[in-house]
């Protein structure tokens, strides 16, 4: 996804007529001027300057995850200053330096969302169905949006009473006035719900060509919808979606054939290609961790495909790097997502078995080489049900590694104990061979600085929807 394939910044600029400069509002977001949107095409741009510049938390949230390592020789001063503190879980008082997730990003994401919902009957020179896919863009935007909000700065659905939780603001209306406390962790994700399943009526393009997948399409929702019922631990409803995108867009690329990785917006896999790593973060996360490598079998494609190996100890990430690798959503994922659904509402070990042959089996085809699928299958067999969980488990790590899926999937389910120690010999004012440990309250962030100095009713929340 070519910048040069998105749009003109500039253009966009006059057309929004908006900022991200500081304020005082809760939004932190200063209108300069009127939007001046009143065709398609504007309207079009003000979108598309929202997924150019769409926030990449998703991918920093690996920093927090087992899949890498830091250290003083293979990390550059510069990763060291914007990820250490992120890297060893250091949230309270942060370096200065530290590359932060963002806030505003989201939030001006879904102002704009929210003023083309308000304003489609006021755009001209476009057909029905072009409005109809604006506006069921827009919904997707703000239902994206909230989810990552919400998984980034409250506790998760499955490890909490929801509707007695602090989640985060809710914005459904563009007003950059509005100053509202956070709802509670289950309105937010019921208002994704319902934003998911209102885009599904309007959203009428099944497929973007090539250098506009980035856009929302039909299958995209079913996506949400899977992965957030996935989230929500409401399984037998995660497994209605998963199927549905399996449905519509199944394909896989084959590993032992192809040389396009599949979270390469040129996949085959691609359905959404809208997140990608920002240059700076990929150097920072480029230092895989031999134990996480490990859990690839002998011959798993991936991990020659996925890594390259430097020194008996070292290896280099090579799913990112430049802009090719941009990826929000993917068909792998559906099917990783069904298994795991499947395998817990299965009855007997047989329905488990039966799931695992229906949903994980085609995944693994296009993964392992013929003797690493044999071998595998034999292990698959001789395992209990909660044993075929865990596979499936593993196997969504070693297949959407560095994606920034593994946090959220670590936070859903057992939310494990990690620790790790930096050992800087080369005298740097930090805690020197200090251990680190990830315990469960840390899977939960804390609101950014700016969003509560800008907004005090934050931490302020009510049950209410």
Known sequence: MKLRNIIHSTAVIALAALTLTACDDFLDITPTGKVIAKTGEEYRDLLTYEYKYFSKDRYMTTLR????????????????DAYLDLWRWKDENPSPTTDYFTWRSYYHAIYIANYIIE??????????????????ESYMMRAYAHFLLVNLYAEPYTHCEPAATRGVPMMTVADVNRIPGSSSVEAVYQQVLKDATRA????????????KNYRFNTVSADALLARTYLYMGRYAEALEAAKAVIEAHGELEDLNTSSVLPNSYKSVESIVALEKYSSNLYTAI?????????RYRTGDQRRTKFYKRVTSSSYNLLKGGDDEFSCSFRSAEAYLT???CAVRLAATADEASQAISTYLLPLMQKRLNASALATTQGLMDAMNQEELLDEVLDERARELAFEGHRWYDLRRTTQPELTRTYDDNNNRTIDDGETYYLTPEKYTMRFPTEAVEANPEIERWTTEK
């Not at 599904?200 to 250098?211: C, F």
């Not at 480029?286 to 490990?294: E, S, V």
Request: proline letters at 3%; a negative charge; glycine letters at 4%.
């Open 65 to 80: 995850t087992d899949e890498l390592m830091m250290n003083r020789t293979k990390s550059s001063s510069t990763d060291l």
């Open 119 to 136: 304003h489609q009957d006021e755009i001209t020179k476009a057909t029905r169905a072009e409005v109809r896919q604006l506006v069921g």
């Open 200 to 211: 599904k009526d309007y959203l009428n393009v099944d497929a973007w060509e090539e250098g």
């Open 286 to 294: 480029n230092m895989p961790d031999p134990a996480f490598i490990a």
């Open 338 to 340: 069904a298994a795991e």
